[in-house]
């Protein structure tokens, strides 16, 4: 992204005062925190009367994407999935926060061109040993264990974004702290009133 | 459905002024005119300043379900994916038009189920011969020739809804006719004002 793509712009409420879609994609490793972050989010933004949507990588891939597995190309198939879902409610004035790894910087990139400047990318990064230790799920023992094959960060590779919007270091900053950092990224854009 | 179920209700505009949503689903046949009547119906909405998404049965398919073929089990989990999307939208205030041959009862109504009385029903009927002889995409012909397996009406069951909000006779009623039918549903039932 250029730096003009990325300069803070006033966003005029569409017509008849409905507020602008837009999409928070929260990218980074398992245990980095977006779920946490996606939770107090969705809470934040209803609690201001927006239509907010949760696209959870883990749930879309219940619903959207039953039998795809963790080869690169069905990866990619479920990450341009959520984008297109996320497309349609974001053309539609809602509020959609994506949490999904989703690794890939190319297919990241092409749901961002899906939707332009409504797409905002957070990454939510914090360092590979940060994320193992907190291994709530137990995913990182599985995968260190090679009983789960293609895990991101152990034998898979994460491809951190060149130009995120936003960047949050959670291993620095407590949940409540990235939420504000994203509230005023709303708020500078023009998305919150 | 019961009669009370079916009853015309006045709906009331959620706070702000802001349509409800709802879900137009036409099923029936390929060639029964599902495309055509979804076709009109979305310009007519989207010139009533409604926010409006289609999602074709054809398209979806591109997008959603890459890899899925024709057999009962993968023509079901198409259509909850479609069923999936469009209540996310039509919760969202998005008036949802479905068109999508849709041929299993207990699919629909597990769609219908998501999303209670705001799933509209349009049973898009013509006979077989009639469809058949129409045979826009040629696929008639190709199914009869044994080219294709498990086409709905050929060799593979169409179950007509029991008790759809509307039904159309597109052997009797040209399109225009069927429009007028469908936007007097939606007018009766306050998704119009």
């Not at 793509?5 to 490793?29: H, I, N, V, Y």
């Not at 905002?120 to 360092?127: D, L, R």
């Amino acid at each position: 992204m250029t730096e003009t793509q990325a300069a803070t712009k006033e966003r005029p409420m569409s017509t008849g005062g409905d507020p602008q879609g837009f999409c928070l994609w929260l990218t980074g490793l398992s245990g980095a925190g977006k779920s946490t972050l996606a939770e107090l989010l969705v809470g934040e933004l209803q609690h201001r009367d927006l239509k907010v949507e949760l696209l959870d990588g883990d749930i879309v891939r219940t619903n959207l994407s039953k039998g795809l597995g963790f080869s690169k190309e069905d990866r990619d198939t479920n990450i341009l999935r959520i984008g297109f879902v996320a497309h349609l409610l974001q053309r539609n004035g809602v509020g959609v926060v994506v949490s999904a790894i989703s690794p890939y910087k190319d297919v990241r990139n092409q749901c961002r061109a899906m939707m332009g400047e409504d797409f905002i990318e957070i990454y939510v990064n914090a360092p590979l040993d940060v994320c193992e230790s907190r291994d709530v799920k137990g995913l990182y023992a599985k995968a260190r264990a090679g009983e789960l094959k293609g895990f991101t960060g152990i034998d898979d590779p994460y491809e951190p974004p060149d130009n995120p919007e936003l960047e949050l270091r959670t291993d620095a900053l407590s949940p409540t702290e990235c939420l504000a950092k994203v509230l005023g990224l709303l708020e500078e854009r023009g998305y919150l009133r």
